[in-house]
Antibody, heavy 116, light 111 residues
Framework: EVQLVESGGGLVQPGGSLRLSCAAS????????MNWVRQAPGKGLEWVSY????????YYADSVKGRFTISRDNAKNSLYLQMNSLRDEDTAVYYC?????????WGQGTLVTVSS | QSALTQPASVSGSPGQSITISCTGT?????????VSWYQQHPGKAPKLMIY???KRPSGVSNRFSGSKSGNTASLTISGLQAEDEADYYC???????????FGGGTKLTVL
């Protein structure tokens, strides 16, 4: 059974940093590209970042470019999102999602709250 | 990249059919057959219901179907059931750097 479990969310002040993790199991993690997608409270979904299976290709949404860094460790079956210079508008539930037949598996999400 | 346009809400009675539209542009929906639809119940993660415009993942009911014409994609749910009540989001490939753009979401109410 495919499982994606996010962790690392919490309350952080504006300008602060946070690192999210996503632990994958039930599939060959190193064969799939992965993504982060977020959802602000009461709002819709927003794609945040993409990383290919070998980490050779990385993309970011314009809203996070230069502040967020996606990475992965295939030996540990883990995906990461380093978030720096956090803003109020980054407050959201952050989901990791596998990209195969589009976003076919999602984690349960981890809440990031940016507030003073 | 602007979000795709969906109606804020739709409703239908049990057993009826409803259609949710998703309007994009020639840079996303109109150019690629990579439109997907997601169902999200309150407090839950999104679930893939349709990919590549009209394909259903294993385990998704055949009451769900997708189509596309020009810059507009559509999700049709036939034989509405109470458990279909949820938010639905469309999503389209939008080029190599933007990768994916989502619609604003549609709240489906089963009367």
């Amino acid at each position: 059974e495919v499982q994606l479990v996010e962790s690392g969310g919490g309350l952080v002040q504006p300008g602060g940093s946070l690192r999210l993790s996503c632990a994958a199991s039930g599939f060959t993690f190193s064969s799939y590209s992965m993504n982060w997608v977020r959802q602000a409270p009461g709002k819709g979904l927003e794609w945040v970042s993409y990383i290919s299976s070998s980490s050779s290709t990385i993309y970011y949404a314009d809203s996070v470019k230069g502040r967020f860094t996606i990475s992965r460790d295939n030996a540990k079956n883990s995906l990461y999102l380093q978030m720096n210079s956090l803003r109020d508008e980054d407050t959201a539930v952050y989901y990791c999602a596998r990209l195969f037949r589009d976003f076919d598996y999602w984690g349960q999400g981890t809440l990031v709250t940016v507030s003073s | 990249q602007s979000a795709l346009t969906q109606p804020a809400s739709v409703s239908g009675s049990p057993g009826q059919s409803i259609t949710i539209s998703c309007t994009g542009t020639s840079s996303d929906v109109g150019s690629y057959n990579l439109v997907s639809w997601y169902q999200q119940h309150p407090g839950k993660a999104p679930k893939l219901m349709i990919y590549e415009v009209s394909k259903r993942p294993s385990g998704v009911s055949n009451r769900f179907s997708g189509s596309k014409s020009g810059n507009t994609a559509s999700l049709t749910i036939s034989g509405l059931q109470a458990e279909d009540e949820a938010d639905y989001y469309c999503c389209s490939y939008a080029g190599s750097s933007t990768l994916r753009v989502f619609g604003g979401g549609t709240k489906l109410t089963v009367l």
